[in-house]
């Protein structure tokens, strides 16, 4: 009881937290213009942003099948896509953004047990997250060598380069764990060859590669076309540049699917693009609304469930 009672209270406070955090982004970031701008949006690119997204959802969903297979979980392409609709339309609507995951695992547990269930789940959105993370070096890389595109400022430039070495030094900490001899070797080792045979295994490293740079490209163009919809248009350079940064401000569990934190960044990083603040929160906002839409046929098959009869046992 003391634990649901302190679960929803953390669960009002994220949501305040975005809330307060959309109000206070509102008044420092021309709230005026970018209602203007999400008023006059154009349906044709809103509507291109929700095919981007629907897209990342089925392929993300043929990643996780790609992913749970080595583990002796084995979903048909119907399975996959239905049971990541409702993960994702769950991760929507509560704080966190893992609780529909943690669904999805509980759910696939039958065939080899939660522990693989668990570790096709994880492995899944890391490997996601590696498909973002590649994206944003390469752009990153990109745009400081190539002069006349996008001009990194100097106070940007140190917490990115921080961010990739970090990520690069992720695996490496990984495969050293792994084979350290002792209780953290034993624990680590099984987990780690198990996300190698997952992610890294000459049969489907090539689709993971595939599918993690097709959902990442998938979400960097729903944003970008979100942008194009409120009359805040981004070089494509940008797009691959700044937007990944928005993007992973999603991660951090302090609100509700991201909101308020995703609007901060983009409210930061538009300008160093050459487009207002304000442009930038109408994109963000568009965006978080096309993320919902696209998330709806989860609702749907939630809804069906419920009312499917139980049959006699």
Do not use: K
Not at 47 to 72: C, K
Not at 112 to 123: C, D, H, I
Not at 144 to 156: D, I, N, S
Not at 255 to 260: A, Q, V
């Amino acid at each position: 009881m003391r634990r649901r009672v302190w679960g929803g209270v953390l669960r009002l406070g994220q949501a305040a937290l975005a809330v307060g955090l959309l109000a206070l982004l509102w008044r420092v970031a021309g709230g005026a213009e970018a209602a203007r701008s999400l008023a006059g949006a154009d349906m044709l690119w809103l509507a291109a942003a929700l095919g981007a997204l629907s897209v990342q959802t089925i392929l993300s969903a043929l990643r996780w099948r790609l992913t749970a297979a080595p583990l002796g979980i084995h979903l048909s392409v119907a399975e996959a896509v239905q049971e990541y609709y409702l993960s994702q339309v769950v991760n929507q609507s509560l704080p966190g953004g893992v609780i529909g995951d943690a669904g999805r695992a509980i759910r696939a547990r039958g065939q080899a047990g939660l522990l693989a269930s668990g570790q096709a789940v994880v492995f899944e959105r890391l490997a996601g997250q590696m498909g973002l993370f590649a994206v944003t070096a390469l752009a990153f890389g990109l745009t400081l060598a190539v002069p006349g595109g996008v001009v990194w400022p100097g106070w940007l430039i140190a917490p990115v380069v921080l961010f990739l070495v970090c990520g690069l030094m992720v695996p490496v900490c990984g495969a050293m764990l792994a084979r350290m001899r002792g209780r953290i070797g034993r624990a680590v080792a099984p987990v780690w060859q198990g996300m190698v045979r997952c992610l890294f295994a000459p049969g489907v490293i090539g689709p993971q590669i595939g599918l993690s740079l097709a959902t990442t490209l998938c979400n960097l163009a729903a944003f970008g076309f979100c942008a194009q919809a409120v009359g805040h248009p981004l070089p494509v350079a940008a797009v691959a540049a700044f937007v990944p940064l928005i993007l992973l401000t999603m991660l951090v569990p302090l609100t509700i699917g991201g909101w308020g934190l995703r609007e901060g960044a983009a409210v930061v990083l538009f300008p160093v693009a050459g487009v207002s603040a304000g442009g930038g929160l109408a994109a963000s906002v568009a965006f978080g609304l096309m993320l919902l839409v696209s998330v709806l046929p989860g609702a749907a098959i939630l809804l069906m469930r419920r009312r499917a009869p139980v049959l006699p046992g």
